[in-house]
């Protein structure tokens, strides 16, 4: 199937062209506003039209994301956003695939997709939401939060420790891994725009603060710790190893950045021969006769 | 139905019952006979018992019927359980260096073949098989040289020596046969017809592919898998896309996923995997993305016995991912409907945009029947529905992807396209795809959308039509039934009718929409009906009666693992119409 473009003429895009239908519905304050300006102004600096920019979101509060902002959105079920986008990804790789979410929704439910996604270098950019805490349900604990945070589910502090985002998607083998700060709005962006370009799965985990149910890990909290990678010159972003060491700290030095990249393995939808003729969905969907009748005399 | 030949091989798992029986179904097809093959297996690698019956014959065969003209067990367990099978003019080949025979029925030969000094099988164990194959067709009347050239059609991946040593092998059961056994009074016949011979799993797969899916995704599940194998291995040729996934929810959200990006998208999975997918099905539903999944029955609940059919997911499929939605499900009738079936059930997936599911089973997945390769049309008529893929002039409305129509069915933008952006979703919405709770929950728009989506179920009852009675009218029973029992209700009718008692069917392919009017319409009048089913509570019966009131005069259901077999549906119509019962469950005479 053959979608037809009519002659439209270039121009340039900008902010407005990502605004979305309805304002976020997010409190004042949180830190998903600074990842939606920073995502509005990665997919300007690039360039790339709202049309071929698909967002896919799973359940929460950072899950509302796609309807925040103009572009092919799919808003779907809690810890799914993976497979659906890889679906959608597969189905046409001409689009550019965002996966927009939280902690919870990602690295909860949605945990085994997220392994399994990475290791496929599926290519697409999953930036996740991270406020250590069930948002939408006003106040659990989600797989990042501390040991001994106190939540609603756990009112005499959580008793297990946390996932470390950033060393499971090294382990899984991501190709391109980065952490952001909700409060460095230009670092983010350029961090985005570079997982955008990253051709393979880019993991983007954001520091996003929830200013209603999390009391323990907030802007104030991160400003003064946070540290930027890129700001060290000798580190060294090939270096997988060395990721792995940075992506252990934590405490009155996080660090934010690039933690690794490597452009040298090929993408899921670069791998599969049935798309060397092009997106799927254009593709000829009919069975020519004679491969047809060579599939019936296999039965015969 | 006309003459028939029934041929039954056992073994241990990993005995070689499968090949003698490949080569049987090419020898049958090839004379142009039909034939209709059910394999009764366990769930191991090795070991255990498995019992493969092909039944033959000019006419098409429906079912592997009630009794076996041949058994060849490879092994003494199976002539202890299943030499009862043979009645008379039957016959019984076997290994008679390992095997002893029991007492079969009066009239049936028993034919042990002294293998130790027909041919040297220290090396090649499955030898004993070759023996009895070729036994098997000199006194079914088959010439050698079909043999022959099946052999070697069988064995090409090996070298010429290996089938020279079978060729050999099957000569010298061949002419052994000839010279010390009493031939088939039947000698099979032949007819210039030739046929395909399918799986139920290889012809959802093969419909599949010419309903033009793009997309398969799967998660290996018994009695699934074998959609996924076709799939996999003919996948470049076709063009498709095929993903094995990690789990079945990523399975179906996966293809929801390529669905959603514009192509055809498909999977299969049993009872269990399904049970992960339900959700997934509230997505179809709700965002308004079609696609079909199959659903390969097997006995249950829960992990149940994976290798053995029933028809127990009818109320999962009714009450699959809660809430109020439309949705297209369908139970393939035979082997040749699994294939028909999948255009059909996806033009009206995609033409109304919902999920389309095939509730297959056990007995049509990995059974096999002859079909006429004519009837494998790869040419269907494929209707994607109202499907946006150009933006024409670029001049147009601002699009909204679930505009209100009288329908019930919003056009649908395909992604990638200038002007269209919208965002799809699993929460209510309104005409914009705005989640409704993204500006205070309204009320008066969550009804609207409601009944926008609910107004598509009269649209789907119109694209698929009411079952058929089939048979003499005013007969003494109606039986009725849905899906896979379609072979045994027709051959149990035509038996009871050489028994004097006339019987016509209804035999139902649309579950939803079932047309239970038209239904009641059907049965007006009927003498006596029964409904037959493979499950325990009569799931198709507290259907029909939900939606209709409808009770029928009596029940027939067996929910042991194995099919019917057409005896014990005459039996029990008999016993019922005497007013013994009104609910019969027929025992399996074989430990299969």
Known sequence: MATEVAGIAPKTISMADFKGRVDPDWCPGCGDFGVLAAVQKALVELQIPKHEVATISGIGC??????????????????????VATGMKLANHAMTVLVTGGDGDGLGIGCNHFVHTVRRNVDLTYIVMDNQIYGLTTGQTSPTSRLGMKTKSMPYGNIENPLNPISLALAAGATFVGRGFSGDQKHLTELIRRGIEHKGFSFIDVFSPCVTYNHDNTFQWFRPRVKKLEDNAEYDPSDWSAAMEKSLLWGEEIPIGRFFERTDLPTLHGSEPVLNAGPLVHQNNRIPADVAQKFIEELM | MSQSFAVGIGGAAGQGVATPGDIFAKIFSRRGLHLNAYNAYQSIIRGGHTFLTIRTGPQKISNTGDHLDLLIPLNQDTMDRHLRLLTAGGACLYNADLIQPGTPAEGVQLCPMPVSKMADITRNKVGQNTLAIGAALSMMGVGFPALESVLAEQFRKKDKAVIDENVNLARAGYDYATQNFKPFSWALPMTDARYAVLSGNVAMAMGGAAAGVKFYSAYPMSPATGVLHWMASHARQAEIMVRQVE???????????????????????????????????????????????IDCQRAGPSTGVPTKTEQGDLWQMLGAGFGDYPRVIAAPLDIADCFKLIPEIFNIAEKFQCPGIVLCDLLLSEGRLSVDPKLLDFAPVIDRGELITSNGSG???????????????????????????????????????????DEYTNSGKRRAMMEKRMRKVDGIAAAAPPPELHGPANADVTLIGWGSTYGVIQEACELLSEQGISAN????????????????????????????????????????RSETSFVPDGNIRKYDGEPFAPHHIVEAVKEQLAGKTKLSVPTHEIMV
Not at chain 1, 62 to 83: D, K, V
Not at chain 2, 262 to 289: D, K, N, P
Not at chain 2, 530 to 536: G, S
């Open chain 1, 62 to 83: 950072s899950s509302n994301f796609p309807g925040f902002i103009e572009t092919y959105g799919m808003h779907t079920l809690h810890g799914r956003a993976l497979p």
């Open chain 2, 505 to 544: 069917y209804l035999v139902v392919r649309w579950l939803v929409p079932l047309h239970g009017d038209a239904i009641l319409d059907l049965l007006h009048g009927a003498r006596h009906t029964i409904i037959v089913e493979n499950n325990f509570s009569g799931q198709f019966a507290r259907y029909l």
């Open chain 2, 247 to 293: 789990d079945e929810i990523g399975v179906v959200t996966m293809a929801i996923g390529a669905a959603h990006a514009g192509v055809r998208a498909m999977c299969a999975t049993s009872g269990g995997g399904f049970a992960l997918m339900s959700e997934g099905m509230g997505l179809s539903a709700q965002a308004e993305i079609p696609i079909v999944v």
């Open chain 2, 395 to 437: 001049d147009h409305e601002p699009y909204q992807r679930y505009k209100i129509t009288e329908s019930g069915v919003s056009p649908r933008a395909i992604p990638g396209l200038p002007g269209y952006t919208h965002v799809v979703s699993s929460d209510e919405h309104d005409e914009d795809g705005v989640l409704i709770s």
